[in-house]
């Protein structure tokens, strides 16, 4: 996917930590499918060019965590070029995870090279830290006085156990948010006080109803458009997924939806997290939220959705977006925030 104009450093951050993940999970899914160890798989990579040997397979296989450290390997994410000699080892029942790999890698290295521009060399510290909660939100006591000495982790999706220990959590970017004093305690409302700054992008007014917001559109196949949504209720919080077609002809389209709350992105429950849908002239798409939610918790949490759209049956995603961020509170309304963490 190539970043949308106007992304924030925030977004190219998270989007490149959600790819990093989705590319050692699909290497990872070929292994295990194929019975190929990760030795043998470097052996059949002996003429790669850069050179790709085991202990560099494994600093990829950690996905986010490769990003960690003061090594020489952990500025060398897998690039397009890695990963055509990587699927040249797939079998030849494995075409549809040779696809989807190559759009990871094509992602990845697009989001690279956004936030290389935005920081220069610095950029990998930069993600790290742009993806650090200033505060975390109140949570119970660990039973395990082991567990309470350990630092705060930068987390994966559950699927994905790999070194899960190593980073700070990554709350959806929430600079300034408190979850129990600061300028926010002084609205109660569900859209802050203050007005956007002239410029920043509007979340869409057509949502899922209640209190909720969608983000701004972005870019997808044959001229349509995503928006990512959230809706906060009193016991839940649903997330969905709307794709407009403003042109004049039918477009197929492959949709994913999942939720992220307390650092950790999440697939959808009940599911399904992904839908087949032909898009009809002048229509709009949208998932069901029952589909996907989660139980609002009583502890202030930042939830958001994440949203990708592919073209016909396909999974390669080619378009991305994030709704705009709720943070929920048990004793007051939700406050939301929109690119650059202004109210809306």
């Not at 190559?102 to 060399?121: D, F, N, P, T, V």
């Not at 007005?195 to 701004?216: K, N, V």
């Not at 839908?275 to 939220?289: K, L, Q, R």
């Not at 759209?309 to 709720?326: K, L, M, T, V």
Request: glycine letters at 10%; aromatic letters at 6%; proline letters at 8%.
């Amino acid at each position: 996917m190539v970043g949308e104009p106007g992304e924030s450093f925030e977004e190219l951050a998270y989007a490149l930590v959600q790819a990093l993940d989705e590319w050692s999970e699909c290497l990872q899914e070929v292994l295990e499918g194929s019975g190929l160890s990760r030795s043998g798989l470097v052996a059949r990579l002996r003429d790669a060019d850069p050179k790709i040997d085991n202990p560099l397979l494994g600093h990829w296989l950690l996905g986010r965590n490769q990003l960690l450290g003061e090594n020489k390997r952990s500025g060398r994410v897998p690039t397009i070029q890695d990963t055509t000699w990587i699927v040249a080892t797939f079998p030849v029942d494995a075409a549809s995870q040779r696809r989807r790999l190559m759009g990871i890698a094509k992602r990845i290295e697009s989001h690279k090279a956004q936030l290389y521009k935005i920081k220069g060399h610095q950029w990998r510290s930069a993600v790290v830290n742009a993806l650090r909660a200033p505060e975390q939100p109140v949570q119970p006591e660990p039973a395990d006085p082991a567990v309470s000495a350990a630092p705060s982790s930068w987390k994966r999706p559950a699927a994905i156990t790999v070194a899960v220990g190593l980073l700070a959590v990554l709350v959806i970017a929430g600079k300034g948010w408190s979850g129990s004093t600061g300028q926010d305690d002084q609205t109660g409302s569900s859209s802050g006080s203050a007005a956007p700054p002239a410029g920043t992008p509007t979340p869409s007014s057509d949502a899922l109803g209640g209190d909720s917001r969608c983000s701004p559109p972005k870019a997808g196949p044959s001229g349509v458009q995503l928006r990512a949504c959230a809706r906060v209720q009193r016991d839940k919080v649903a997330f969905a997924l709307k794709v407009d077609n403003p042109t004049a002809s039918a477009v197929k389209v492959t949709v994913k939806v999942n939720g992220s709350w307390a650092g950790v992105a999440h697939t959808c429950e009940p599911g399904p997290a992904i839908t087949h849908s032909t898009v009809e002239p002048g229509a709009t798409f949208t998932t069901d939220p029952a589909r996907c939610e989660t139980a609002r918790q009583d502890a202030p949490l930042a939830y958001q959705a994440e949203a990708y759209i592919a073209a016909g049956d396909g999974q390669e995603w080619i378009g991305h977006a994030f709704s705009p961020r709720a943070n929920v509170y048990a004793d007051r309304g939700t406050l939301w925030r929109c690119g650059g963490d202004v109210p809306c």
